[in-house]
């Protein structure tokens, strides 16, 4: 966030009707950053109204913040033992007759208990806090510019974006080499699922905010 001195003086010198060209050159002849200077400037819009108008500055808060990371460790819980539960259900009704011999005895019950507890926890604690995040957000529009958001909403995308593509090249690998057996195919199909539901899921969310100018 620009100076908070810098800020006043660029908004007091819009307001005695400066041209921005020249308020630009007056404050790096004082040694301000170029960055400084331009990020104060950018601060207000640029219309012919007497008084300084601010735009909508990206919101940032230590409790939004907790809250965002969360909701995003939580939501990854939760698509880890989702997978894992599928996995574990697909190895059971398609069983591998080479591996099945040399598998550990309850390994299947073990991992689908472990999900199922993953689950049982994580999926309420993720409708929770999606609850709050979207209450908060109508009640006060101003977090629809949260910084923390928009990080974790592109993060996610680039998360699951590339475990969509790391799963397409996996399917086309095993089908050229003869291997792409049911229980494989049927867990490339649960990840790109999973994956493509929260790629689905944040690009709307990041198209929308766009759209709005967020």
Known sequence: ????????FVKEALERGQARPAIRT???????????VDESLSAFAE?????AVPRPQSYLSAREAFFYLLFFIVLSVVA??????LFALIDTAVPDKI???YRYWGGSDTQIRSAIAGLIVGTPIFFWLARILLKARRSNPALQRSRIR??????SLVIAGTI?????ISVVYNFLSGELTLRFALKALVVAAIAGAIFGYFITNAERDEANGI
């Open 1 to 8: 966030m620009a100076n908070s001195i810098l800020t006043a």
């Open 26 to 36: 007056a404050l790096l002849d004082a040694g301000w950053r170029a960055e400084e």
């Open 99 to 101: 591996e099945q011999p």
């Open 164 to 168: 969509l593509v790391a799963d397409a």
């Open 80 to 85: 880890y033992n989702l997978g894992s539960l």
């Open 150 to 155: 928009k990080w974790l909403i592109y993060v």
């Open 47 to 51: 219309t012919a109204f007497p008084v």
